[in-house]
């Protein structure tokens, strides 16, 4: 079955304490992307991967690092999380974006709370 | 000004009606357009993707792009209470790999 996993589900940390939310996609996508999602403001895009090695800004990537050592593996790091940061994670991927008919895949999303 | 206004609803529709969801953008650059299904508790899936302006139809939904008013629409007919979530338009342009979300407006079909 084609799918992209998240973990963990739900998280509540302390602020300052580094945490990395793992992302894996079964379906050799090359691109991959990273969204927080906040009542009001929509799906905003943190930062996103090309393919294997190549990876880029979106719009709020304050405060987060990503790596992409492998096709289907792309983790979201929280070096030093902060309360701003509490919000519902969402990890994408699809065969190359920007081209029609592309499907999009997300996964189940991750619940973060920093305290 | 947000790069993309989408009416947060919520919109309440008896079964059977016909909905309209839309979202209106400032960047005349955007060329994919994109609409999203979530339900409560879930990741967004993918409903339709058109490129440029003009209609798309799968099934019960339509997809309409109106680039000169910058304007685009989602229509669902013979809505059913299956389709109660938050449809998410979405947006990108040849060149980027950055997607801009609406965000959300969030439909009650009532049996």
């Known amino acids: 079955e084609a799918q992209v996993t998240q973990n963990p589900r739900y998280l509540i940390t302390v602020t300052g304490k580094k945490l990395t939310v793992t992302c894996s996609q079964n379906m050799n996508h090359e691109y991959m992307s990273w969204y927080r999602q906040d009542p009001g403001l929509g799906l905003r895009q943190i930062y996103y991967?090309?393919?294997?090695?190549?990876?880029d800004k979106g719009d709020v990537p304050e405060g987060y690092k990503v790596s992409r050592k492998e096709k289907r593996n792309f983790p979201l790091i929280l070096e030093s999380p902060s309360p701003n940061q509490t919000s519902l994670y969402f990890c994408?991927?699809?065969?190359?974006?920007?081209?029609?008919?592309?499907?999009?895949?997300f996964g189940q999303g991750t619940r973060l709370t920093v305290v | 000004q947000k790069e993309v206004e989408q009416d947060p609803g919520p919109l309440s529709v008896p079964e059977g009606a016909i909905v309209s969801l839309n979202c209106t953008y400032s960047n005349s650059a955007f060329q994919y357009f994109m609409w999203y299904r979530q339900y409560s508790r879930k990741g967004p899936e993918l409903l339709m993707y058109t490129y440029s302006s003009g209609n798309k139809e799968d099934g019960r939904f339509t997809a309409q792009v109106d680039k000169s008013s910058k304007y685009i629409s989602l229509f669902i007919r013979d809505s059913q209470p299956s389709d109660s979530a938050t449809y998410l338009c979405a947006m990108t342009y040849s060149g980027t790999y950055k997607y801009i979300f609406g965000t959300g407006t969030r439909l009650k079909v009532l049996a």
């Open positions: 994408a991927s699809s065969l190359s974006p920007g081209q029609l008919n592309t499907e999009a895949f």
């Open positions: 991967s090309m393919n294997v090695e190549v990876t």
